[in-house]
Nanobody
Framework: QVQLVESGGGLVQAGGSLRLSCAASGRTFSSYAMGWFRQAPGKERDLVAAINWSGGSTSYADSVKGRFTISRDNAKNTVTLQMNSLKPEDTAVYYC?????????????????WGQGTQVTVSS
């Protein structure tokens, strides 16, 4: 069982930055691939970024490449999403998720565990 709690969302102007954090409970955190997903009103929940268990492999949606960076610290059971050069279209609820396989998460398989989500609003 893994419990995930996100923090760091908020309101920011276009061009600004935010750093999202996800704190995980459970002894098996390091065995999971982690992902950040987002869901805007009226849209599906989409994968934004994913990282494998060791942090050695990452994947990003085309819309955020070069602006967002995902990282993890297995000693602290945390995963972060650094978001720079934010755009109004990045406005969404962002969810942290844990899945058993990195390739499966990247390919669209539903993760095993989800956080409650944190709102990110980018004003123009």
């Amino acid at each position: 069982q893994v419990q995930l709690v996100e923090s760091g969302g908020g309101l920011v102007q276009a061009g600004g930055s935010l750093r999202l954090s996800c704190a995980a409970s459970g002894r098996t955190f390091s065995s999971y691939a982690m992902g950040w997903f987002r869901q805007a009103p009226g849209k599906e929940r989409d994968l934004v970024a994913a990282i494998n268990w060791s942090g050695g492999s990452t994947s990003y949606a085309d819309s955020v490449k070069g602006r967002f960076t995902i990282s993890r610290d297995n000693a602290k059971n945390t995963v972060t999403l650094q978001m720079n050069s934010l755009k109004p279209e990045d406005t969404a609820v962002y969810y942290c998720a844990a899945g058993r396989g990195f390739n499966a998460v990247v390919a669209g398989a539903s993760p095993n565990y989800w956080g409650q989500g944190t709102q990110v609003t980018v004003s123009s």
